[in-house]
């Protein structure tokens, strides 16, 4: 294991080095934007939707890149700069040419619905006993996933890498880049059918994951999902299973929910404990356990480490605002976490309001999928439902019970001028909405 030269990144892009510089110089991590630029960083100058990075390479430089890889020819002088066709491109074969040095196990984890939260639980597990990197933020896509395995260091001993698709054939490159040693999926639920058509094609699509992985790789799969339940054979390995159904590798029972506070629950007949509140929680700890015994990790380990996960922003964050509970879910939304969003705020012994916006790329049958949603709430302890958006009307028109007060607005800055209205301390809020509808600005009005 050890890190790249400037001489690795040109062979490893087919790049072509422009004017004389020392190559023997290494590199440690990759940027794309130039102010997170960091000394001995390489940044890669692509193009993106509203900058251009090639307009930021003396940046870098002040900064202390080590290199630069850029499509066209900057100014003499500036520092080593590596001309290829495509930087993003460059970007993921330089990633794949580190991940073949790296000699720690890395977990790759893909799903529909609560990856993000699996992968915290997943590393919190991994970290009581080893130096864990992992993906940050929503780096899980084809620029993502290469600055996040170009981010392990010579410290880490283990990764968590989350990988995101919305079409087919992007997680063959995902995956071909991660080249995971530990297959994870979540569940497959009803996103980005809009491009992958069914829940069939979104397992297809999610599946090319673990025809790229390191040869002994596991497959750890969500037993309780009826169509990775019914899984016997990945690539020529039995999936690892993990949730309540019978035949599950790691079973588990007894949950004790402990309202907003955490669960408690019994996995093989041994005890853990998770302070991340809701049943769906268990499911993320039970696979986390199951990749930390996986890894040789210990029970007493595995306990010590569920305990250590925290909540991330937007993503089921409890937090106290002037008086209010507020779960901020807003980061992202489907039919299936926008349910598990309300069971969790319907934990809550208090006046209980629902805020929930519109949920993107759920393809024809959008507005019936709001109306489940909807229908979803009508038979809830909610006490008060809010919707904003064009979309979020079908949940509103869909909760026809007399006892939830029902109110939509069209816009979010309608909703936030008139928040002052309808929360009152000592309400638990639930905000949630797909990442496009920037429900955000709600926390923030709160």
């Keep these: 294991m050890g890190y790249l030269t400037i001489e690795d990144v040109i062979k490893a892009c087919k790049g072509r080095l422009l004017?004389?510089?020392?190559?023997?110089?290494?590199?440690?991590?990759?940027?794309?934007?130039?102010?997170?630029?960091?000394?001995?960083?390489?940044?890669?100058?692509?193009?993106?939707?509203?900058?251009?990075?090639?307009?930021?390479?003396?940046?870098a430089f002040?900064?202390?890149?080590?290199?630069?890889?850029?499509?066209?020819?900057?100014?003499?002088?500036?520092?080593?700069?590596?001309?290829?066709?495509?930087?993003?491109?460059?970007?993921?074969?330089?990633a794949t040419a580190y991940r073949k040095r790296l000699t720690i196990p890395v977990v790759g984890i893909t799903g529909s619905v609560g990856k993000t939260s699996t992968k915290e639980a997943i590393a919190a597990v991994l970290s009581?006993?080893?130096?864990?990197?992992?993906?940050?933020?929503?780096?899980?896509?084809?620029i993502g996933v290469p600055l996040t395995v170009m981010a392990i260091t010579m410290e880490h001993?283990?990764?968590?890498?989350?990988?995101?698709?919305?079409d087919f054939g992007e997680m063959e490159v995902l995956a071909e880049i991660a080249k995971p040693d530990i297959c994870v999926i979540t569940n497959i639920g009803f996103c980005h059918l809009e491009q992958l058509g069914t829940r069939e094609g979104i397992l297809?699509?999610?599946?090319?994951?673990?025809?790229?992985?390191?040869?002994?790789?596991?497959?750890?799969?969500?037993g309780d999902d009826d169509l990775l339940g019914g899984i016997f054979d990945a690539d020529g390995t039995k999936p690892t299973m993990f949730g309540f159904s019978?035949?599950?590798?790691?079973?588990?029972?007894?949950?004790?929910?402990?309202?907003?506070?955490?669960?408690?629950?019994?996995?093989?007949?041994?005890?853990?404990?998770?302070?991340?509140?809701?049943?769906?929680?268990?499911m993320n700890a039970a696979c986390g356990a199951a990749v930390g015994y996986a890894l040789g990790l210990t029970h007493e380990e595995i306990a010590r480490g569920l305990k250590l996960q925290k909540p991330l922003a937007g993503r089921a964050n409890i937090m106290d605002k002037n008086g209010v509970m507020v779960i901020d879910d807003c980061y992202n939304a489907n039919p299936v976490s926008m349910k598990k969003g309300i069971?969790?705020?319907?934990?809550?012994?208090?006046?209980?309001?629902?805020?929930?916006?519109?949920?993107?790329?759920?393809?024809?049958?959008?507005?019936s999928y709001h109306a489940g949603v909807g229908e979803f709430v009508d038979e809830s302890s909610v006490d008060l439902l809010i919707?904003?958006?064009?979309?979020?009307?079908?949940?509103?028109?869909?909760?026809?019970?007399?006892?939830?007060?029902?109110?939509?607005?069209?816009?979010?800055?309608?909703?936030?001028?008139?928040?002052?209205?309808?929360i009152k301390k000592g309400d638990a809020v639930l905000v949630k909405a797909s990442h496009g509808m920037h429900l955000e600005r709600v926390i923030e009005a709160l």
Excluded at 130 to 139: A, H, I, L, P
Aim: overall charge negative; hydrophobic content about 35%.
């Design 19 to 59: 004017g004389e510089y020392d190559t023997s110089r290494q590199v440690i991590g990759a940027k794309v934007d130039s102010r997170e630029v960091k000394p001995g960083n390489v940044f890669f100058a692509g193009k993106g939707e509203r900058t251009d990075g090639f307009n930021f390479i003396g940046k």
């Design 62 to 94: 002040e900064a202390g890149a080590a290199c630069v890889v850029c499509e066209r020819e900057p100014e003499e002088g500036m520092g080593p700069c590596i001309l290829v066709e495509d930087a993003y491109q460059a970007l993921r074969d330089v």
């Design 128 to 142: 009581a006993k080893y130096r864990v990197s992992k993906t940050e933020g929503n780096f899980n896509n084809q």
């Design 157 to 166: 001993e283990a990764a968590v890498v989350e990988m995101g698709i919305s």
């Design 204 to 222: 297809k699509a999610k599946s090319e994951m673990w025809y790229h992985r390191n040869s002994k790789g596991a497959v750890i799969l969500n």
């Design 246 to 282: 019978q035949g599950c590798d790691y079973r588990i029972s007894d949950v004790k929910l402990r309202g907003l506070m955490g669960v408690d629950f019994s996995l093989n007949d041994r005890h853990f404990s998770t302070n991340m509140p809701g049943e769906h929680s268990v």
């Design 343 to 367: 069971e969790l705020l319907c934990l809550s012994d208090t006046r209980k309001v629902a805020i929930l916006g519109d949920m993107f790329e759920l393809g024809e049958k959008s507005a």
């Design 387 to 422: 919707t904003v958006g064009e979309l979020s009307k079908n949940i509103s028109d869909a909760c026809r019970n007399s006892r939830i007060t029902r109110v939509h607005f069209d816009t979010v800055e309608e909703l936030t001028a008139s928040l002052g209205k309808y």
